[in-house]
């Protein structure tokens, strides 16, 4: 062979042999299994999914799986990998695949746990333990004279609709921080509501709950809680907590069922409902270092009527009323509200003190007690709220003298009857105290006074804003009591309306920044006293049509004193005038003195009056002065009368007696359709 043929040959076979051969297919590497639950009882279900990866780790994706159990006495799997048990025991799920020829299984063990099953009747005392757990109740569940003991550590399923009912007797679910007992819905994945709940309906506080969850009860077929005390049941909850609800959280029927003594730590989340429904005589006895969130209707709802002393604590959210809650009993129950604490009212709603019973006279005691930074709110329960919503706090003839308001906020009430308001003090005997409450946006007035309705002796600052009508009404005669040091601005009426009555007692009338609006005809004087009525200085009285001041009419003696002097250096007019912007003479009634020695009025203002008192008080003056009670009208401005600045009897008609005076050198007059003085 010739070298260039050789060199030919051997290029050829080096070319050859630097070929790639045909790529090698991924053999499938592995099958892994995963089953959710891995421990299940029987009748329960598990679902296992398969998948596969080639050798490296690259995703494989087999045309099907084929499932085998290793013991199906314990459990069957079908062809899509779902676990139905059997029996107790321990089985391994395999699933094999085939690719290329090639097969690879996977593998997973499930737990088949046999559980304890309960569904007749309890009459005799036992014991459930966690060795035997699950312990799985079947439908209505009933302890009936007997003690159901439950240990640390036990898990309690619930079939749908079941309950643990205690009838009589007593159940003690004695839980541990590191071995609590659950209470729980028999599902692969709970719902809300699958079970009814517990219901403890044996009177007394034999009852002990410690370390106890229960979840996804509440079914509305029930009690409408996951946990329900009825029938004076009072049992002890230790850090009990109660989730996922589907109605209420907790339910304590109005009957004098309670949260026992020594009770702490409730802890209610996720409820559909309120978190706690409770009797107002009872919601005292809420465990202390409690915690509520999530809920739906995150707030406790109260109900019924408060019978007997007690501080309802501040939970950390709203109370909400839907009805009427009266504080009133032969004991004279206190109810004290702490700081920060805020009432929400439903429509319709209200919070009354000593009234109630066949008689309407039960006695109550109300102590609200916030403080600047943390005030008692009593609002609307509702998203948008609108003035009226609820009726308001009213104070009764039967509440206590030692009821005090400190510090709060009362708003959107004023529904209900005529002339309502978000504060009404109703009927001889309510005197409450009051420091620092604001009243707003009422329908009508922020505060009322009537029928001897006052407020009590020390009270300061009551302000009212944004409120329908009159920022107060009250009647003449407890006017005296209104509080000093409040503001009053937004109202339908920045002013006080004074209704009807005459004064019989002696008082003050403050200056509140804001007029006196008289409706009616009015009366200083008693039978009995000889009542003075003192006007601050600076203070202004509107006169409606038919309104007007006798002093001492009807043989009922009276003093008024307006001195707009008391100090010489701040001169402060004392003013009556009408009440409207575009005054006429004779627009009201005037001032009208017949017994009334010892009245002073100085630096006052009386116009546009002049249309006559009713019998006898018949002068058509801005001022009309039917008996002799001293020349005690100095500084003062009379004008714009639709009769004569003032008027004077000259003893001539019956009951009356000469005035000798000359007023007009000593005051000032203008405008008067008669003369400055003239008989009247």
Known sequence: ???????????????????????????????????????????????????????????????????????????????????????????????????????????????????????????????????????????????????????????????????????????????????????????????????????????????????????????????????????????????????????????????????????????????????????????????????????????????????????????????????????????TPTLTIPAGTVLRFGAGARLTVGNGGSTGTLPGELIVDGTATAPVLLTADAASPTPGHWWGVHMFPRSSSNTRLSHAIIEYGGGGDTDRANLEVF??????????????????????????????????????????????????????????????HGNGRDAVNIGYGGVGTTQRWPNLGIPYVISDFINVGSASTTPTLTLSPGTELRFRPEAGISVGADGRPGILWADGLVDVDNPRPIRFVPDTSTPTRGFWRGLHFWDATGSLLNLIVVTHAGAGGPAPSIGTGNLNMYKDSGDNIVNSTFSDSAGCGITVSDGTRPGTTNVPYDFVVSNYFSNNTGANQCKN
Not at 436 to 460: C, H, M, N, Q, W
Request: charged fraction near 15%; aromatic fraction near 6%.
């Open 1 to 331: 062979m010739s070298l260039n043929k050789a060199s030919f040959w051997l290029t050829t076979v080096v070319v050859l042999a630097g070929c790639p051969g045909p790529e090698k297919k991924p053999q499938l590497g592995a099958v892994m299994v995963s089953c959710a639950p891995t421990s299940l009882e029987v009748g329960q279900t598990s679902q296992c999914t398969a998948s596969a990866t080639y050798e490296g780790d690259q995703p494989a994706t087999p045309s099907s799986y084929v499932w085998t159990s290793s013991n199906e006495s314990v459990a069957t799997v079908d062809s899509t990998g779902k676990v139905t048990p059997k029996g107790g025991g321990t089985v391994t799920l395999g699933a094999s695949a085939t690719v290329d020829g090639v097969t690879k299984e996977g593998q997973a063990t499930l737990t088949i746990i046999q559980p304890t099953l309960h569904e007749t009747a309890i009459t005799g005392n036992e014991t459930w333990r966690a060795a035997n757990n699950p312990h799985v109740v079947r439908g209505a569940l009933q302890v009936t004279g007997a003690t159901l003991t439950i240990e640390a550590g036990v898990e309690l399923r619930f079939d749908q609709d079941s309950e643990l009912r205690v009838t009589t007797g007593a159940l003690r679910a004695l839980g541990t921080p590191e071995t609590p007992i659950r209470m729980v819905a028999r599902q692969s994945v709970p719902t809300k509501g699958y079970w009814r709940g517990v219901v403890l309906a044996a009177s007394g506080s034999d009852s002990e709950l410690n370390y106890v969850t229960l979840s996804h009860c509440g079914n509305a077929s029930g009690k409408g809680a996951c946990l329900a005390l009825e029938n004076q049941a009072a049992p002890v909850l230790r850090h009990v907590t109660v989730r996922d609800s589907g109605t209420a959280g907790v339910l304590v029927a109005d009957d004098g069922s309670a949260f026992g003594t020594e009770s702490t730590a409730l802890n209610v989340s996720g409820s559909e409902g309120y978190a706690v429904r409770i009797g107002a005589n009872q919601a005292s006895t809420l465990p202390a270092e409690s915690t509520f969130t999530g809920n739906t209707l995150q707030a406790i709802e109260l109900r019924g009527d408060v019978l007997r002393t007690q501080t309802w604590p501040n939970p950390g959210l709203p109370y909400v009323v839907t009805d009427r809650v009266k504080v009133g009993s032969s004991t």
């Open 427 to 488: 009927g001889q005997g309510a005197r409450p105290v009051i420091n620092d409450v604001i009243v707003r946006k009422s329908l009508t007035y922020g505060a009322k006074l009537s029928s001897g309705g006052e407020f009590g002796p020390g009270s300061t600052r009551l302000s009212a804003h944004d409120n329908g009508s009159y920022a107060v009404f009250t009647e003449a005669d407890e006017a005296g009591t209104l509080p000093t040091g409040g503001t009053f």
